[in-house]
């Protein structure tokens, strides 16, 4: 994940309503990659099944195997050897423990698996009477053993109320730095300057920022002139938009 590409496709992701075992989001650990060990202690940490999933019919996969053993247990127990080796030799998981990528999140962003659930998990729990199982637990109730390092990265709608504030500004601060640089570097009627000077413009007009906006797009119109004539299509543009700012000022 690129973190400075798109900030709201990011947002996206991690709001996917795609669940994985411990809801949407992007699984991850807490804990740094030498305190696991070994990569194969990564890979059951990380891909402990569900207790008999419904959708797999092998009955030699990990999920009907940890049936006839103890998920609560982990890995360690001896009831549970035949779902560790299971998860090592599923072709599904090869290299998934073979590179570390580090995270920095926000911590609204954050949910344990041994802390409250999700806010739709904890709400689905309290109508049924079932809140404290979820802690602990995957979003089938399966209590998991105990230390297992799972994180889940998700969008809580606290993380959406700071993204929903702080995209907008990042953008029309990346965009002002490069306009400052095109100006700069190309000049002020050049066709690259210009169209981010109406970019610039575009955000402060949809963050009702009129009055910001009106100096970007008069600058626009004049470059708009000198490089294309009162006639050109771009500068008839140009020109309404001005207009409609001027307008909502």
Same mark, same amino acid.
């Given at each position: 994940?690129?973190?400075d590409r798109d900030p709201v496709a990011?947002?996206?992701?991690?709001? +996917?309503?795609?669940?994985g075992d411990f809801g949407p989001g992007l699984l991850a650990n807490a804990s740094e990659p030498d305190a696991f060990g070994y990569k194969d202690?990564?890979? @059951?940490?990380?891909?402990?099944?569900?207790?008999? #999933? &419904?959708? *797999?019919?092998?009955?030699?996969?990990? +999920?009907? /195997?940890?049936?006839?053993g103890d998920s %609560?247990?982990?890995?360690? #127990?001896?009831?549970?050897?035949? @779902?560790?080796?299971? *998860?090592?030799?599923? &072709?599904?998981?090869?290299?998934?423990?073979?590179?570390? *990528?580090p995270l920095i999140v926000p911590r609204c962003f954050v949910v344990d698996i041994w802390k409250p659930w999700l806010p739709q998990a904890s709400k689905a729990g309290m %109508?049924?009477?079932k809140e404290e199982r979820m802690v602990g637990c995957n979003r089938w109730g399966d209590r998991q053993w105990e230390g297992r390092d799972i994180c889940m990265v998700h969008v809580s709608d606290a993380g959406k109320a700071m993204l929903a504030d702080v995209v907008p500004k990042q953008r029309l601060e990346i965009v002002s730095r490069r306009v400052a640089h095109l100006e700069g570097a190309r000049g002020r009627v050049h066709v690259d300057t210009v169209?981010? @000077?109406?970019?610039?413009?575009? /955000?402060?007009?949809?963050?009702g920022r009129y009055d910001d906006a009106v100096t970007p797009l008069q600058q626009a119109v004049d470059c708009r002139l000198a490089m294309n004539g009162k006639t050109h299509s771009h500068t008839l543009t140009a020109q309404r938009c001005l207009g409609r700012c001027l307008k909502d000022a």
């Open positions: 994940i690129r973190g990011l947002m996206e992701f991690l709001d +996917t309503a795609d669940c202690d990564v890979l @059951v940490n990380n891909h402990w099944p569900r207790v008999g #999933d &419904p959708k *797999i019919s092998d009955l030699e996969h990990e +999920t009907w /195997l940890l049936a006839m %609560a247990a982990g890995p360690g #127990d001896s009831y549970n050897l035949r @779902v560790v080796d299971a *998860i090592l030799d599923n &072709p599904a998981h090869r290299n998934h423990a073979d590179f570390c *990528i %109508a049924e009477g169209a981010a @000077v109406e970019y610039l413009a575009l /955000l402060l007009h949809g963050a």
